[in-house]
């Protein structure tokens, strides 16, 4: 049997026949799994815990609150039950405004939209691709200042590996009272080495902070994710509202409307063994993105965002074109499918998503022109020095 578990969409449609034209293409992104996790895995089936209630599950969180520096991690099904969760944690009920990432996956999104809240989104600024701290500020200062009402949640997203900048977010939230959900999905690893946040980790400045094990993601369990927070009130309503509302030891009582949300002993058994690797991991993708940097550097390309202070781990390693000669992005994906390297666009911004087309938008284009130039390169932590020349001179060849 492989080793490649056929876990996220990544992977999937990086294999699946004719969808990138060449046979051996280089995969964008795979999960790295060796012999760690067959043996945690292995164990988890043969201790018949398989299901959520099981030791490695609270293994698994108390080892994740360690390395991320959080009081609480509470482990749930997906990223996004551990961000739906996260909101209800922080009050969003129907029709409240959540500020949200406009550049980002649909699924920081969907959680608002199961509560009937209204997402306003945000646009991102060029220094780090994230939200624009400023766009923030004027707008909860001009509601403030209005007598309008405030958003209930500020959800901050560190796309791509790449922390936000996040101390002008605090700075505006906290002049008004208003709660920062961190969506570090894509930012296991990643952190602050400097200012007033240095050595914390994304997902830890925040109230509630949010984390996926999706396969395409830098640590996977298959599927899963992790709520974390230092507010033990809140880390034990999470633990109560993943697991159907049910009240200890009292026979099959359910205080309010709870979710089947918890994440099982053995994806957590998973969890375990890629957690041990995550320096390996992480090494791995910041070597990549190195290689990568000095090896494009002279391309009309826009590299990712390398900024003092700010520790991304290039998740996703990504890069803008800069059209030329009536040549863009969609001619270099063309270009690299042709040569076997399994590349793909970045996100479509989510204020241009049929389900959030009504949505409200804080200015700007900077995400629509991240769409429009944006794209991927094969970065899989295992991904050997060959294959990456491989890579790099396809890219080259592009330009001439
Ligand atoms: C992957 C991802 C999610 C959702 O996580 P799942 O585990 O796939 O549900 C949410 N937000 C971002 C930014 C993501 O990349």
């Given at each position: 049997m492989s080793d490649r578990l056929a876990a996220g969409g990544t992977e999937r449609e990086a294999h699946a026949p004719g969808s990138h034209g060449v046979a051996g293409t280089i995969p964008l992104a795979v999960p790295n799994i060796g012999p760690l996790e067959r043996h945690y895995v292995v164990e988890a089936v043969e201790s018949g815990y398989?299901?959520?209630?099981?030791?490695f599950v609270a293994e698994f969180e108390d080892r994740f609150a360690h390395r991320v520096g959080a009081r609480h991690a509470i482990a749930c099904a997906s990223g996004t039950a551990a961000i739906h969760i996260g909101l209800i944690l922080l009050g969003?009920?129907?029709d409240d405004d959540v500020f949200c990432?406009?550049?980002?996956?649909?699924g920081s999104v969907n959680p608002i939209a199961y509560l009937g809240a209204r997402p306003v989104f945000v646009d991102s600024e060029p220094r780090t691709w994230n939200l624009d701290p400023a766009l923030v500020a004027a707008e909860l200062d001009r509601r403030a200042a209005a007598g309008e009402e405030l958003p209930k949640v500020v959800e901050v997203v560190h796309v791509l590996g790449q922390p936000a900048d996040i101390e002008p977010i605090v700075d505006a939230c906290d002049r008004h009272g208003v709660a920062i959900l961190e969506d570090a999905a894509e930012s296991l690893g990643a952190g602050w080495s400097a200012g007033r946040y240095a050595g914390r980790h994304t997902g830890?400045?925040?109230?509630v902070g949010c984390f996926s094990f999706n396969g395409n993601k830098i640590a996977t369990t298959g599927g899963g994710g992790m709520i974390v927070t230092d507010d033990d009130a809140l880390a034990e309503r999470a633990r109560h509202l993943t697991t159907q509302a049910k009240v200890p030891d009292?026979?099959?009582?359910?205080?309010e409307v709870g979710y089947n949300y918890r994440l099982t002993n053995i994806a957590a058994g998973l969890g375990l063994a890629q957690l041990e690797r995550l320096d390996e991991f992480v090494a791995a993708k910041q070597r990549l993105a190195r290689r990568y940097d000095e090896a494009l550097a002279d391309l009309p390309l826009d590299l990712p965002p390398r900024v003092t202070g700010f520790d991304a781990t290039y998740w996703l390693y990504s890069v803008m074109v800069s059209p030329a000669d009536g040549r863009g992005r969609d001619d270099l994906l063309a270009h690299l499918a042709r040569r076997g390297v399994g590349a793909r666009a970045l996100w479509r911004p989510l204020h241009a998503q049929p389900p959030f087309a009504a949505a409200r938008v804080l200015a700007g284009s900077v995400g629509d022109g991240f769409f429009e130039r944006g794209l991927s390169l094969p970065c899989s932590t295992d991904l050997s020095e060959k294959d990456q020349g491989r890579v790099i001179e396809a890219v080259r060849s592009f330009f001439g």
């Open positions: 398989v299901s959520s209630v099981g030791p969003v009920e129907r990432s406009d550049f980002t996956f649909v830890t400045v925040g109230r009292v026979g099959y009582l359910h205080d």
